[in-house]
């Protein structure tokens, strides 16, 4: 007799991993690949954090810690609260997790019960509809299109009612847009009014081009917050992020925690305390961004892309292509088969309306990037 798979595993792909797969293997082959699919900075971590991780590999037992992270750790993120935002948390409230993804299911499971509708932006970041349904809740997508800046107004939420949570990300993947302070203060206030949840995702703050940048935290009490070392500071691969929880909100994700990952990476942990004191380093990083979303704003019309997201911060370029093709996923295998540029097709972040979108990444380095779109330009042509 068959045994059986879940329903609730039956969730989409995240389609710029798969991407990145597809890439990787025509790597392996021979194939010469420009990586434009992921966010992922070029970059390594600080040279600060390499030198703290090999003394405390040294140093360091490197067993299971806190389950809600070292105290020196969750200490130094409070601090940067303080300094970055001239916001006071109490280190307390700082969870300390694997990436910002399982932040994402510590906080589902704390803050919702299975059938809860959430809302999130699309365009937006596909794992958070797909963790929510994997946990059985709701998605509830709500288009917010170039006409609303590609992020939700209260007028949409309302309309969208009634709402149970809300997934906010400013910088947005992938568009990069940002809301002002005025929209996010409206926003803020209709969760209050409404019992809604927030969760604001905030791992592309540090990464804008000339916009403020606001965190929920100073806006909200009852507002979660998601952060992480993998973009601003470099660190995708040591698998660390954080958040900041209502105090209520802390034993229990304390208690999800420990039965579901008993602590985050402890060399990561140690290593990343010394992260927060690299900010030259890793502005120079976010100036090459810039240099690289400069390129790309330049270049892209020229090629007949000229329909682009406003990629205030974060390191997206979100372009309608809907005078190329009606299917974006293919548009994007053909690309990477043809001419191998690794691009993410819009259906990732948007079931609807991304088949006529392509995200494209310039996190990476700056002559891949040039070299990209000169391939491009010839294959459009
Ligand atoms: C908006 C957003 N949130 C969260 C993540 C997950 O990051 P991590 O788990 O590495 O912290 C990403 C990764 O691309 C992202 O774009």
New binding site residues.
């Given amino acids: 007799m068959a045994v059986k798979l879940s329903g609730r595993s039956a969730v989409s792909p995240f389609i ?1 991993l798969d991407v990145l797969r597809a890439a990787n293997e025509r790597m392996m082959a021979g194939a010469d690949v420009l990586h434009l699919e ?3 900075p070029a970059s390594p971590a600080p040279s600060r954090v390499l030198e703290a991780a090999k003394i405390a590999l040294s140093e360091e037992r490197l067993g299971y810690t806190d389950t809600l992270g070292i105290p020196a750790l969750r200490k130094r993120i409070a601090e940067h609260y303080r300094e970055t935002y001239g916001s006071e948390v109490d280190p307390d409230r700082v969870v300390v997790t ?7 299911l510590l906080t589902f499971l704390a803050a919702f019960d299975p059938g809860d509708r959430v809302a999130l932006a699309s365009p ?2 596909p ?2 509809r797909n963790i929510l349904q994997a946990l059985g809740l709701e998605p509830v997508l709500i288009p917010c299109g170039g006409a609303e800046r590609f992020q939700p107004t209260r007028a949409l939420l309302q309309a969208a009612a009634p709402l149970d949570g809300l997934m906010l ?1 400013s910088p ?2 992938p568009t990069g847009t940002m809301l002002e302070r005025s929209a996010f203060t409206e926003i803020v206030d209709y969760c209050r009014d409404a019992g809604v949840r927030l969760i604001s ?1 905030e ?2 703050h540090g990464i804008t081009y000339g916009h403020e940048t606001v965190t929920a935290l100073a806006l909200s009490d009852e507002a979660v917050i ?6 601003y500071f470099s660190m ?1 691969g040591w ?3 954080w958040l900041v929880l209502p105090p209520d909100m802390v034993r229990p994700v304390e208690c999800l925690a420990q039965n579901l990952f008993i602590s985050a990476h402890s060399l990561s942990q140690h290593a990343a305390i010394s992260a927060f004191d690299c900010k030259e380093e890793l502005n120079g990083h976010v100036a090459r961004y810039a240099r690289n979303r400069a390129m790309l704003l330049e270049r892209l019309p020229a090629i007949g892309l000229s329909r682009l997201a406003p990629a205030d911060g ?1 390191f997206y370029v979100y372009a309608d292509i809907a005078h190329l093709t009606n299917d974006s996923l293919d548009w994007c295998q053909r690309a990477l088969a043809e001419t191998g540029v690794a691009m993410t097709p819009g259906v990732d972040f948007d079931p609807v309306e991304g088949h006529r979108f392509v995200r494209l990444s310039f996190a990476g380095d700056g002559r891949e990037i040039a070299a990209a779109t000169e391939r491009l330009a010839d294959w459009i042509a």
């Fill in positions: 710029a992921i966010g992922q694997a990436g910002s993804s399982a932040g994402f937006g970041y794992a958070y990300a947005s993947n995702d791992i592309y998601v952060n992480s070392f993998s973009k995708t698998r660390l992020g974060a």
